[in-house]
């Protein structure tokens, strides 16, 4: 029998266990999910885009007043964006499935919950790249500040992973909860500090010339972000439903 979410969308028809080529099959099955249903409603991508591009145009109006070189605000102005933004986007990853009366359909699906954590994960890490690639050629419009760089990238990349990892778990947590918009920024932006920090060290750096010997610790600190978080993820995710 097929299972049908509430949004008409099936659910995939998958048996339980198996190998790496099976479990990577049901993450990309709740990957699709996500992307067909943003691609038919258009509400999460579009949001976080809109909310960028306009804090953008703030941000560089109120410093186009006061500060002399933008080299100096640029840094903290994608990563404060760039974390804003996604809070928005990553309300979405399991309230929209709560809101629609869905969530108790995916959790019986016949997969691992690690895999729907997963899917869920790439899904928002595609939204987010989406919005970083539209956000990056707006700051260099705005502030003349050429951020498209190879390290700033990579940084962009690894900050956003670990960004996404946490945001996803603490998505599963809040989404049944009434205030959950409030709830989300309020439990993951603290842990978000040291990507925060070490982004914008990391950018600072690459614009003032610097050698990579003297920001290489920060993308090292990134890329242990990552790694733990998602890790911790993993490990975790199942007994978030335990009582589901």
């Given at each position: ?94 309230g929209a499935e709560a809101d629609r009366g869905s969530l108790p359909a995916l ?138």
């Amino acid at each position: 029998m097929s299972a049908y979410l509430s949004d008409g969308e099936p659910l995939p028809v998958m048996q339980t266990g198996g190998g790496p080529k099976r479990y990577l099959a049901k993450v990309w099955a709740i990957t699709r999910k996500e992307l067909q249903s943003e691609w038919r409603a258009k509400e999460v991508l579009g949001t976080m885009t809109v909310f960028a591009v306009l804090a953008i145009i703030i941000f560089g109006m109120a410093f186009d007043l006061r500060v002399p070189q933008p080299e100096m605000v640029a840094p903290g102005v994608l990563w404060v964006v760039t974390l804003f933004a996604g809070v928005m986007g990553l309300n979405r990853t399991f309230g929209a499935e709560a809101d629609r009366g869905s969530l108790p359909a995916l959790l019986l699906a016949p997969m691992d919950r690690s895999a729907i954590y997963f899917g869920k994960l790439l899904a928002s890490l595609f939204f987010m790249l989406a919005t970083e690639v539209i956000m990056l050629p707006i700051l260099l419009v705005i502030f003349d500040v050429n951020l498209m760089r190879p390290w700033i990238l990579a940084a962009l990349i690894l900050g956003t992973i670990g960004y996404v990892s946490v945001g996803s778990l603490f998505g599963a947590l809040t989404a049944s909860a009434r205030a959950r918009e409030t709830m989300l920024p309020i439990l993951l932006l603290p842990l978000m500090v040291p990507v925060f920090m070490a982004g914008v060290a990391l950018t600072g750096g690459v614009l003032d010339g610097r050698s990579f010997s003297d920001f290489r610790h920060w993308l090292g600190i990134l890329t242990a972000y990552d790694l733990i978080f998602v890790t911790i993820a993993f490990l975790v995710f199942d007994l978030i439903w335990q009582e589901g």
